[in-house]
């Protein structure tokens, strides 16, 4: 499948959204509270990879003569190697005292390590890996292996599989009120949101989506609803996914059918290239800038602190981002995936996704 520029344009959307919100949460004081509300729409930048993720995996797959361990192992060399570098950068970065509020036990390096849903002994009420935003990464993997087993289904049957699998997860969840860190995950509302990707790529590889005025409709809605919903107190994954989720669905509904989003714009595509290893590394440069600021406050009280320390927080995070990108995702990537998958030298290499 071409690379959409519609979809690597949400993908920055969602690391941006990210970014905001991480940057919003570190001076909160500096903020009033109605715009300390909204800023926790930035949240919904999860959300949104959701959707993304879903809709990416069925179109690539679709049509595709992929086997299930194939597929299983393009998704961890996407997925593993940045994943574990930057894990264990910021273990080493835990164990010289510069993050002293982390608490690192070999149990909880070795389950974050291998996206095992578990209570980090920082925050004791919290899912999270060591690396904090690889909370996520814990949905990812549990999805991609539920979509590599309806591989084995005949393709006429593996959206349906697929329906059943996640739809009856969230069911049983409802139904028995899953506890525990392993249960919660993989019951979660939130596996819906990959569900709804996959079934905008069913019908955008059919051709049944909206275009023009009405994909603008769809996106302008889902939009308007983010920015709504700012103001929302979300609390739990169900409304999560009514107040986040949904409007996720119709961006990208809208994206793919509004025609100046199909133009390539190169730094906006980057930073949708980048997304991954700026989600990863987004707090690497927002740690160091809390040092500084907290040391050396910048105009404490003035109506410039809050731009000045967005704007520095987002430049750290996206020039950190599209280095580790640069000299560490795409290297590693293609050194597991050649690995991995034992290419031939006379293939040529697969497409990244």
């Known amino acids: 499948m071409r690379r959409l520029a519609s979809i690597q344009y949400m993908r920055a959307l969602a690391v941006l959204l990210v970014v905001a919100f991480h ?78 509020w982390v608490k690192l036990t070999p149990e909880h390096v070795v389950k974050s390590l291998f996206f095992v849903p578990h209570y980090n002994p920082s925050y004791p009420d919290e899912v999270f ?66 569900l709804a990707g996959v079934a905008i790529g069913h019908c955008w590889r059919r051709g049944l989506h909206p275009r023009g005025a009405t994909a603008a409709a769809c996106l302008t809605a889902g939009l308007a609803a983010l920015v709504y919903a700012g103001a929302t107190g979300i609390d739990e994954d169900t409304q999560r996914v009514l107040y986040w989720g949904a409007p996720s669905v119709l961006i990208v509904i809208g994206a793919l059918g509004v025609r100046p989003l199909a133009v390539e714009h190169g730094r906006l595509l980057l930073i949708g290239d980048a997304s991954y290893s700026i989600y990863l590394t987004h707090l690497f440069g927002l740690t160091f800038l809390d040092i500084v600021w907290s040391r050396v406050p910048m105009l404490p009280g003035s109506p410039l602190e809050i731009p000045v320390f967005f704007a520095i927080g987002a430049g750290l995070s996206l020039t950190i981002g599209i280095m580790a990108y640069r000299l560490a995702e795409q290297p590693l990537e293609a050194a597991f995936r050649m690995r991995l998958l034992a290419r031939g030298p006379g293939r040529a290499p697969a497409r990244r996704s």
């Open 23 to 100: 940057l919003s949460i570190r001076i909160p004081d500096a903020f009033p509270p109605e715009a300390l509300k909204f800023l926790r729409v930035g949240g919904a930048g999860v959300d949104l990879f959701f959707v993304i993720s879903g809709f990416i995996m069925w179109t690539i797959s679709e049509g595709r003569a992929t086997g299930p361990a194939e597929f299983m192992l393009r998704r961890i060399s996407r997925i593993v190697p940045m994943y574990w570098l930057a894990t264990l950068a910021w273990c080493a970065i835990a164990a010289v005292g510069i993050t002293a």
């Open 129 to 194: 890996p060591v690396l904090v935003p690889g909370w996520t990464l814990n949905y990812e993997m549990f999805f991609y292996l539920i979509f590599a087993l309806c591989l084995f289904l005949p393709a006429r049957l593996r959206l349906a599989g697929l329906v059943g699998a996640l739809g009856g997860l969230v069911i049983a969840g409802w139904l028995t009120t899953a506890s525990g860190p392993i249960a919660a995950t993989y019951t979660s509302p939130l596996l819906l949101e990959f």
